[in-house]
């Protein structure tokens, strides 16, 4: 298994942007899919983003896409969520996930996903 650390959160303005970074330790993190999920205090966890192990496919929450864009570097064993005009909706938690599973019915279910970061807080300010 992969270990996950977050890091690039903090406090931002609305319209403001940020950029997510996790870092993945193992052997073989090219054959992940990652993805990217928050969870607001009194809230579900829920889906932002995901990216197959080439980075030739992406998936976004309706509520992010267009704003939001997840990306690799798989031999930098990096996984990136670069996010703007940010609102303060988008306060959360953000965990970086990971998965070796290869057939799914959905990526966006937090359940198939065996490895996860510590999270890292993004609080986007009226």
């Known amino acids: 298994q992969v270990q996950l650390v977050e890091s690039g959160g903090g406090l931002v303005q609305a319209g403001g942007s940020l950029r997510l970074s996790c870092a993945a330790s193992?052997?073989?993190?090219?054959?992940?899919?990652m993805a990217w999920f928050r969870q607001a205090p009194g809230k579900e966890r829920e889906f932002v983003a995901s990216?197959?192990?080439?980075?030739?496919?992406?998936e976004y929450a309706d509520s992010v896409k267009g704003r939001f864009t997840i990306s690799r570097d798989n031999a930098n064993k990096m996984v990136w969520l670069q996010m703007n005009s940010l609102k303060p909706d988008d306060t959360a938690v953000y965990s970086c996930?990971?998965?070796?599973?290869?057939?799914?019915?959905?990526?966006?279910?937090?359940?198939?996903?065996?490895?996860w970061g510590q999270g890292t807080q993004i609080t986007v300010s009226s």
């Open positions: 990216i197959n192990w080439s980075g030739g496919f992406t």
């Open positions: 193992g052997r073989t993190f090219s054959g992940y899919h």
């Open positions: 996930a990971a998965t070796q599973k290869t057939y799914v019915r959905t990526w966006q279910s937090s359940g198939i996903y065996e490895c």
